[in-house]
């Protein structure tokens, strides 16, 4: 069969207009296989079926017209590009929202797209969009996270509790219960919260809660958390139980309402430890376990 007439073929193939005598010709020179394998290759990633009226009629072409195909190398080289393509754009060609989070009792460490990296705390989850990321910089945060900010664009990180906005620096988000709190551990850090609106610099930390901010010097250059150690300082009881949750990866019951507060430190490696001083305000209470994760407090 001439070279011609095979080009033939393999465009009345493409567009479906074999007839049965043409088909076994093409299946006998055995570059029928080669040229299924790329359509199924092309079909594993879903792509707008062909519509071949509209093609036509796009290129304002007649069906009756002589057609002149590629040859087959040809086919093949530009449909392993098309393919390789989708492999590369699968992030633009979907909605690019990267999801991160972490159980209980562990912490991830991270990078973004600008190389810019951080730590996400126990029980946390955050999410950005790769698509837009060189446009804008911005981060969804439920729960803690540490940022080791590079400088360039803005860099906002926003949660339930307010709104952090920064270009280049190191600092801390927790926002949890309805309380926000931020620390900055290098460069400046602008902190809104409902109405309030604060600007910290290196060394500082404020503490939004009910339509209040309070401002503090911190002396760490980290969060406590990322060494493994949590400071209360008169935390209301349901607040510290929640915190031992996440840390120790544990699971409280409590049927009666705890009222009162605790000053202290929770370490990572001393779960019983912490179990033995559950003091709220003078009283004693006792965690009762009931099997490997679970506990029930009770007086």
């Given at each position: 069969?001439?070279?011609?007439?095979?080009?033939?073929?393999?465009?009345?193939?493409?567009?479906?207009?074999?007839?049965?005598?043409?088909?076994?010709?093409l299946?006998?020179?055995?570059?029928?296989?080669a040229?299924?394998?790329?359509?199924?290759?092309?079909?594993?990633?879903?792509?707008?079926?062909?519509?071949k009226?509209?093609?036509?009629?796009?290129?304002?072409?007649?069906?009756?017209?002589?057609?002149?195909?590629?040859?087959?190398?040809?086919?093949?080289?530009?449909?392993?590009?098309?393919?390789?393509?989708?492999?590369?754009?699968?992030?633009?060609?979907?909605?690019?929202?990267?999801?991160?989070?972490?159980?209980?009792?562990?912490?991830?460490?991270?990078?973004?797209?600008?190389?810019?990296?951080?730590?996400?705390?126990?029980?946390?989850?955050?999410?950005?969009?790769?698509?837009?990321?060189?446009?804008?910089?911005?981060?969804?945060?439920?729960?803690?996270?540490?940022?080791?900010?590079?400088?360039?664009s803005m860099?906002?990180?926003?949660?339930?509790?307010g709104?952090?906005?920064?270009?280049?620096?190191?600092?801390?988000?927790?926002?949890?219960?309805?309380?926000?709190?931020?620390?900055?551990?290098?460069?400046?850090?602008?902190?809104?919260?409902?109405?309030?609106?604060?600007?910290?610099?290196?060394?500082?930390?404020?503490?939004i809660?009910?339509?209040?901010?309070?401002?503090?010097?911190?002396?760490?250059?980290?969060?406590?958390?990322?060494?493994?150690?949590?400071v209360?300082?008169?935390?209301?009881?349901?607040?510290?139980?929640d915190?031992?949750?996440?840390l120790?990866?544990?699971?409280?019951e409590?049927?009666?309402?705890?009222?009162?507060?605790?000053?202290?430190?929770?370490?990572?490696?001393?779960?019983?430890?912490?179990?033995?001083?559950?003091?709220?305000?003078?009283?004693?209470?006792?965690?009762?376990?009931?099997?490997?994760k679970?506990?029930?407090?009770?007086?």
């Open positions: 069969m001439k070279m011609e007439d095979k080009e033939t073929l393999y465009a009345r193939w493409l567009s479906g207009a074999l007839n049965d005598e043409e088909a076994k010709v299946a006998e020179s055995g570059e029928l296989s040229l299924q394998d790329v359509v199924e290759a092309v079909d594993q990633f879903k792509l707008k079926p062909y519509n009226e509209e093609a036509f009629a796009k290129l304002e072409l007649k069906p009756k017209a002589k057609v002149r195909s590629l040859p087959v190398r040809t086919i093949l080289a530009i449909a392993a590009s098309v393919v390789a393509l989708i492999i590369a754009g699968r992030s633009f060609w979907g909605d690019g929202i990267v999801n991160l989070s972490t159980p209980y009792g562990k912490i991830l460490t991270f990078t973004l797209p600008d190389g810019s990296t951080g730590q996400l705390n126990a029980g946390s989850s955050l999410s950005y969009n790769e698509n837009t990321w060189q446009e804008e910089r911005m981060i969804e945060l439920q729960g803690e996270a540490y940022f080791d900010v590079k400088s360039g860099f906002r990180v926003l949660s339930q509790n709104e952090v906005e920064v270009l280049g620096t190191q600092f801390n988000v927790r926002a949890w219960n309805k309380r926000l709190i931020v620390a900055c551990y290098e460069g400046s850090v602008k902190v809104q919260g409902g109405s309030q609106l604060d600007t910290l610099t290196q060394g500082m930390m404020v503490t809660a009910n339509g209040q901010s309070k401002k503090e010097n911190i002396a760490q250059n980290q969060p406590n958390w990322q060494k493994g150690i949590i209360f300082d008169a935390a209301e009881a349901i607040e510290v139980l915190e031992a949750e996440r120790y990866d544990i699971q409280f409590v049927k009666e309402r705890l009222i009162g507060t605790f000053s202290g430190n929770l370490h990572r490696d001393s779960l019983e430890k912490f179990l033995d001083k559950l003091i709220f305000n003078g009283e004693k209470y006792k965690a009762v376990k009931l099997d490997q679970r506990y029930k407090i009770e007086k």
